[in-house]
């Protein structure tokens, strides 16, 4: 091992439906790349007594961002907030 591969925390999402041979897409709008571990967000969209967990993917943290922003604010849709605007994330 060498001293470089420490660093990789990206790891692909598989899709286990397929027998692990799909990877799971990026949840942003028309986004067609891979889905990353890192960048996964969990939501809860049930109530207490009843919750429904489910679990978005994102390629990048600025798409990520897309996505927490615009679910937050319906008038913000694809667009980042304050501080992400001009950030190179």
Not at 44 to 54: M, S
């Amino acid at each position: 091992m060498s001293k470089w591969e420490h660093g990789i925390n990206e790891k692909v999402v598989i899709n286990l439906d397929h027998g692990g041979s799909k990877h799971v897409m990026c949840a942003w709008d028309d986004c067609e790349a891979d889905g990353y571990e890192l960048y996964k967000l969990t939501i809860n969209y049930g109530q207490a007594e009843t919750p429904h967990i489910v679990t978005h993917v994102f390629c990048c943290e600025r798409h990520k961002q897309y996505f927490i922003h615009g679910s937050i604010h319906d008038a913000a849709y694809g667009k980042l907030p304050a501080g992400f605007r001009r950030s190179c994330i």
